[in-house]
């Protein structure tokens, strides 16, 4: 079995590499509700480099507020360029919270480069 090396403190990125961030999150289901949450981060010009959706394990299917529709939840998952000690980055995910019902990052980690 695989497994990665993990750090009980963040390691301080180094500036010589490029790193990427695994982010999930859930949020409402309203019109432009993903557009919005997208946009956090093409405001700052951060590359989504990954997204993916899966139904939430809990409560996939919920009656909406009129009671004439159902309404489907969804987990999520989100890799972008920049690295957590990045400003944009942290703005970001900062204004991603105020639009979600659920923010958790994954990770941030040096970014595969080999195939560039």
């Not at 963040?10 to 961030?21: E, F």
């Not at 700052?44 to 997204?51: P, Q, S």
């Not at 920049?82 to 990770?107: I, K, W």
């Amino acid at each position: 079995p695989r497994s990665l090396p993990r750090a009980r403190e963040p390691l301080p990125p180094r500036p010589d590499v490029l790193y990427k961030t695994s982010i999930a999150f859930s949020m409402k289901e309203t019109s432009g509700s993903l557009f919005k949450a997208l946009a956090c981060f093409a405001l700052r010009d951060i590359n989504l480099t990954k997204v993916e959706s899966r139904p939430m394990r809990t409560n996939p299917v919920t009656q909406s507020a009129d009671s004439k529709s159902m309404q489907f939840s969804y987990l999520f998952y989100v890799d972008f360029s920049a690295s957590m000690a990045d400003e944009n980055a942290q703005n970001a995910l900062r204004q991603l919270q105020e639009n979600t019902t659920f923010l958790r990052v994954l990770g941030s980690y040096p970014a595969d480069d080999s195939r560039l």
